[in-house]
């Protein structure tokens, strides 16, 4: 081979690296757009779904339900939870658009902050002590848990910290 058709063959590997690359960053982007559409269509759904004690903005507590509201609240709660651990999980691995992820926080931050979620998140934390980094993340922001949390967390990760 010559020196130009080795130039050439660099060149073509060159460009075929390139492009693989660019593939793999507008996938990338592609996946982090379509989980984000695919949260934001969850959220609309469980607003739609949940009880009226979880959409409002009452200071309702859980211990003035009725038995059977108070399951229905919690089963909610439960799948609240559930989607934001996904969507910690996805926003811990940047998998989900940091925008949507603010959005997000802001959320939960005041859901968080009214007394019917405090509480339901108190009754329902043991059954997420497993997602460790979620557990912490969301016990920052309950007081008779933030001493449990690691001490490299820091107060400003709060995210589902009522205003105390």
Known sequence: ???????????????????????????????????????????????????????????????????????QVLASARSYFNLCSEEYALGDKNRIDQDFWRIWLDGLKTRMAQPIWQDCWRELEAGYRAQTDFWDFMSMGTPEFRNAVPQYRSQDELVASPAT
């Open 1 to 71: 081979m010559d020196g130009l058709a080795i130039w050439a063959a660099l060149g073509i590997a060159a460009c075929g690296f390139g492009g693989t690359i660019w593939a793999i960053l507008i996938n990338r982007e592609t996946l982090r757009t379509q989980n984000t559409l695919m949260l934001f269509e969850r959220y609309a759904r469980f607003d739609e779904t949940a009880p009226s004690e979880l959409t409002g903005k009452g200071s309702q507590l859980l211990a003035k339900l009725t038995p059977q509201k108070r399951r």
